[in-house]
């Protein structure tokens, strides 16, 4: 069988839960993967321990400080084994899934949803239509979240690999625009305006209702394009953040089809607009023709109540 290699996705410097489930699907197309994990720190490595991969191997770079696709493909590249490569499906992860392929010449096929055999299946065309491919060897692919069973035992040691002196170039320092809210691609619930919310500051009303239920904000285009105070970071689409969330609540979004390339995978989608006809409808599991303005305190109200 094939040697299948996890790169470990991290958040906030530490591995990530999703990780487990890059170490599922691995499992599918090959051998118990190695989880290689890029840090700066070794000790994040141990993060790794646990999760269902045959190895932990702490890859160590300065490199690793800063997100920087040529450096970071240089700096895996240089400790990672050969074999399958699988990685997450977060925009920074399918950049360095491609770099990766690239400096390997090896294939790479983005956004899996479904491992049978040798057959990996991704949606295409904003997810109207699905393709299955057939891989004849090692390639790099990336996986989404929310679709694998999270593996659990495997390596209780981790081997630490230093290659901080063979990188040409890092990125020193990234600042972030400042937000304690929790991320649309992390998260399992989902509340997303639109521009039918009418001003950026009637999202405080959607940051109410997330709060009640623990959920992340989201937005359509038109709400980041049409509003400053409302970051890209927030976007979810075609153009934005692919999102596969339990549930995904849509308040005051059309449903046009590069918003629905990004949430339409969504396990229950409730769609809240004035308009009956709204396209968003179709793709609903729980519909409610109001505007926000009637909708979102009941909701919120009942919500609450149910919470408390
Ligand atoms: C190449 C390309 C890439 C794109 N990528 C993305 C992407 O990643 N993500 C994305 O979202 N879009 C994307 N778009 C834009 C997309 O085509 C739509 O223009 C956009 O999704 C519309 O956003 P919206 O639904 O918020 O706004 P609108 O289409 O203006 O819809 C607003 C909705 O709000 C409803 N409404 C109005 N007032 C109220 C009220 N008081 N209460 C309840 N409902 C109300 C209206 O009935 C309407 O249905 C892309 C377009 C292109 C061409």
Known sequence: ???????????NNAVHPSTAELVSAAA???????????????????????????????????????????????????????????????????????????????????????????????????????QTVAIGGNVVVSVRSNIFPAASGGADAVSVVDTSGDIATSVQEFMARASERLDVAE??????????????????????????????????????????????????????????PNLYIAVGISGAIQHLAGMRSSKYIVAINKDADAPIFQHADYGIVATWEEALPVLQAKLASMMA
Not at 1 to 11: G, P, W, Y
């Open 187 to 244: 998260a399992n619930i989902i509340v997303s305006g639109g521009r039918g919310m009418g001003s950026p500051d009637n999202f405080t009303h959607l940051e109410a209702l997330a709060d009640t239920i623990g959920a992340a904000v989201g937005a359509s285009r038109a709400a980041v394009d049409t509003w400053e105070a409302i970051p890209h970071s927030m976007q979810v689409g075609q153009t934005g953040k692919t999102v596969n």
């Open 28 to 130: 599918q197309l090959g051998n118990a993967p190695t989880i290689v994990v890029p840090c700066t720190d070794a000790a994040v490595a141990d993060g790794a321990l646990g999760l269902g991969g045959a190895a932990v191997i702490a890859a160590k770079s300065d490199a690793f400080q800063n997100y920087d696709a040529a450096g970071w493909a240089a700096a895996i590249d240089a400790v990672a084994p050969q074999g399958i490569i699988v990685t997450g499906a977060s925009p920074q992860s399918k950049d360095l899934a491609a770099r990766l392929a690239a400096r390997r010449s090896l294939s790479v096929v983005q956004d899996a949803v479904a491992i049978d055999g040798t057959n990996i299946t991704s949606p295409l065309y904003s997810g109207k239509a699905m």
């Open 1 to 11: 069988m094939t040697d299948t290699i996890v790169i470990a996705e991290l958040h």
